[in-house]
Nanobody, 128 residues
């Protein structure tokens, strides 16, 4: 199994930036599709971004983003450090949520139920 621990959340003003990290242990992140999801109070868990590999050796990863964050957020991973990142720029108050990283099979997409392993989350609060 995979253990995931997020960090990097905090309190920022609208327009600011944060970089979230998710350190994995147990298995290398390169073996999984990795994703970021967020959940605000009273709302369902929402897809943010995912990074995965094509089902062919030596083909680079693909990234996908929710429309609400496209152009502002960037998902990446460092396989050597077994770490997933989410760079968040131009933050808006509506980005306020607990952000979770997740690991799933190569077929995992934008649905939370696709993923098998979850971190405990890190709080991101954006003030207006």
């Amino acid at each position: 199994q995979v253990q995931l621990v997020e960090s990097g959340g905090g309190l920022v003003q609208a327009g600011g930036s944060l970089r979230l990290s998710c350190v994995a242990s147990g298995r290398p992140v390169s073996r999984y599709t990795m994703g970021w999801f967020r959940q605000a109070p009273g709302k369902e868990r929402e897809f943010v971004a995912t990074i995965n590999w094509r089902a062919a050796i030596w083909i680079d990863s693909r990234t996908y983003y929710a429309d609400s964050v496209k152009g502002r957020f960037t998902i990446s991973r460092d396989n050597a450090k077994n770490t997933l990142y989410l760079q968040m720029n131009s933050l808006k108050p509506e980005d306020t949520a607990v952000y979770h990283c997740a690991a799933g099979p190569t077929t995992a997409g934008t649905t939370a139920s696709d993923y098998d392993y979850w971190g405990q989350g890190t709080q991101v609060t954006v003030s207006s």
